[in-house]
């Protein structure tokens, strides 16, 4: 509750520091500075000290899980901070709106983490879909931001749409809108529910990006300014994700045999689209765009089993892949455009960044002794344990194989090809704080109680 | 009345929402079809809470409020996102001159 | 003795499934159609025709038009009827607390004072923003 409060006031005074504040640094110190005070709030919350008392009436339930969560989405939010604040400069004169969007989207990202009740789920999706409605289309005078912005707010409305239609259902069934399983029990033989949980899980994977709904996904992730892209991309689908596992976990276990195959097929599908179509991309905006998507089809095997794997596996999944991603886009922002001939050579002008980027590609692709190899291990494992879907286990591995293939491909261009002389100015703060990150990813690679601890 | 009559006609609504969506090709058009959607759906929540009271009311006398109250989050998320969408539509005529969704397609390589 | 358009309440009550508790409303549709219906088309058969181009004008308050409507118009009027839109629904919170003022007592109030007070925010917002702002 703690984080909650603390990132709406902070929004509401991000808006007015543009009014206060002159220079942009002092906003991005504001921005800074608050956001560590809102994960010393979260985590005091975690630990037992409350700053506010306030009667939920058992909407929301703040559990270690949804804590953690919590702390992890502020910690990568903060990273972001630290790698592309400065970047948010270029894209307009609204720099302390970007930042106050970007509170707000955390808001509800604090509600879809936490939500016993479809209401909070509603209000938490549309606070974060409506701020990256105006972050998408923040690059005014460029017609692909505004083309991708009006895309993805028709798409997200439209999605949401049915997803209201899917809580009407529920709500209609069951005559309630907490999510629990007793409430689904008592109503398990209604055919409307069946259809409203389809509805949910249809806007729910329109949400996550997951095939045959993730056709916004690239559009919009190319179209978009390149720094609210690695925001998009990693943190907001991250709690998507959340929201999603969260639903379905809670409510929707009663009915697991009647929804989960067709889960299965989304899964595949999403592995297939996402990996066969970034094998065919030149730029690597688009391509990391669809390996967004491909990437989510593993975050999604979360939902055909609720073990201790699964549990510990997507929130080692999200860091891992917020992380790596986020390195990646904060080196893209820099160079003039996103083709891949941008990266020739880029190993002999920038050897520091090019060895972490080589970590990062390496753990999005799940080579061994990168964390992105463990979660994809856990999730694998997850289901494995849940004794079905022996098909999906092959076929994701296959899938994994075929992902190498594009990551290797700008390793490759980075080491192995001749530059023409264009190059980037990083600061040196820019190089530590990246190596620093590539170091995380590979000692949770091999130590991933590091992390993990913390969730008992 | 029944309430199968309250849900055909939602879902009536709802349906024409979405072949709407589909089938125009004016984004203001398409922003009405979904607004169209999103008020089947606030239809067929109060006939559910008025239904639900009905069958609860001896139980618990506010039984039903919380779909009512519901309805009251979607119509202001929906004029939030009315606001925004509008907006992003205004920034695009002013760009394009022209709020026709065939003429999205600087991103499809 | 026929009530054409008045309901007997005693018996709508229990009546309300039945169809035929809906036929004053039918009679009174029937009546309105028909009664603009016969108003159109007796003042179309019995008055004069005499076209002149002032009657063939568009009407706006007798205020002279210019111009074509397709014109376009300054972004201020969108932005003042974007605003409009999102500060008028907000409003509809107020409704429910209306109904159960007395029942939620002092900590319904502060909800409330704290729900108007982030809308005042919003409001000093644009303000300082001059979103509001009509000269340049």
Known sequence: MNALIVTAVLGVMMMFSSIVLKRNSAIRMLAIVGLLFTFIANVLDSSGVHFFSINIKGMMHFDQFAYFFISISIFCTFIFFLLSAKEMERIGVNYSEYFALIFFILCGIILVASFTSLLILFLGIEIISIPLYILTGSDKKNLKSNEASLKYFLLGAFSTGIMLMGIALFYGSTGSFSVENSVVIAATTSPMLLIGILLLLFSMSFKVSAAPFHFWAPDVYDGAPTVFTSFMATI?????????????????????????????????????????????????????????????????????AFNTFSVEGILLYIVAYSISTMGIFSVLVKMKDSSLEEFNGFAKHQPVLAVALTVFLLSLAGIPLTAGFLSKFYMLKAVMHSGNFLWLIIFAVLMAAVSVYYYFRIIQVMFFKESDSNTIIVSTSFKWLLSALAIIIIVLGVYPQLLLQFLV | MPIYYYIVLAIVLFCIGIVGVLVRRNAIIVFMCIELMLNAVNLLMVAFSKMHHLKNAAINASAGSDGQLFVFFIMVVAAAEVSVGLAIIVMLFRNTHSVDINFLNRLKH | MIHLLQIDISKAVNEVENAGSYLPIAIQLLLVVGLIGLMLLASHKLGPKRNTSDKLEGFACGIESHGDARKPMAIKYFLVAVLFVLFDVEVIFFYPYALSFKQLGWDGFWAVMMFVGFFLCGFIYIIKKGALQWED
């Open chain 1, 236 to 304: 907001v689908k991250a709690a998507a994700f959340i929201a999603f596992i969260r639903l379905f976990s809670l409510a929707f276990t009663p009915l697991q045999d009647r929804w989960q195959l067709i889960v299965a097929v989304i899964i595949a599908l999403t592995l297939f689209v996402g990996n066969i179509t970034a094998v065919f991309q030149q730029s690597v905006k688009r391509m990391l765009a669809y390996s967004s998507i491909a990437q989510s089809g593993f975050m999604l095997m979360a939902l055909l």
